[in-house]
């Protein structure tokens, strides 16, 4: 992982917590309660294109702006969003999803190292599918923990309306993390 504190990993993920809250402002709300929107994508790409430190830290960043009192989580605020809230699990999977899809390119597409486009397609596609799935496994928990619900009807409510709306994000994020995470690694080891 980084070995230093960077500065410019620094601004950059203050600059991706941004990018993240603004995803708020753009939904789609559905009768469970669940909008679809843009910020599970945005965190997801902090990690793959910032790495498992700085994307972790981007969207630690963008948590605590919404517990504090910014209404970046799809326009509600607060801790209680987080905590009991039925949005709660899929808002601390945000984080994991950064980390976890992070550490997954960092070791096998290290951007320092030569790779073909098809390795790197199917490694990013592979990171994107895991960050969404680890997405999915928080918001089902604590959906689940919140409402009470069991597994079944909280996966007809969680998962199953959100499955094209996330292949059409897994299919954005390669590209764009194809693109940008070379650049986004080459400022900020210079």
Do not use: W
Request: charged share 10%; aromatic share 8%; hydrophobic share 55%.
């Amino acid at each position: 992982m980084e070995k230093k504190v960077n500065g410019t990993g620094i601004i950059l993920s203050a600059l991706f917590a941004a990018i993240t809250a603004a995803g708020c402002f753009i939904q789609i709300p559905l009768p469970g309660g669940i909008p679809i929107v843009l910020q599970d994508m945005m965190a997801m790409l902090c990690g793959l294109m910032l790495g498992p430190v700085y994307g972790g830290i981007a969207v630690f960043v963008f948590l605590v702006l919404g517990s504090i009192g910014l209404p970046v989580f799809s326009g509600k605020a607060g801790i209680q969003v987080i905590l009991a809230g039925p949005t709660g699990g899929f808002l601390i999977a945000y984080c994991l999803s950064a980390i976890i899809g992070g550490l997954f390119l960092h070791f096998l597409l290290h951007p320092a190292k030569e790779h073909t486009k098809t390795k790197q397609i199917l490694l990013i596609t592979a990171a994107a599918v895991l960050a969404t799935v680890v997405v999915f496994a928080g918001g089902i928990i604590g959906f689940m923990r919140v409402t009470g619900k069991a597994l079944a009807p909280t996966c007809a409510a969680v998962v199953l309306p959100f499955i094209p709306g996330n292949i059409i994000k897994i299919i954005l994020m390669v590209p764009l993390t194809m693109k940008f995470r070379p650049i986004i690694y080459r400022y900020m080891h210079k």
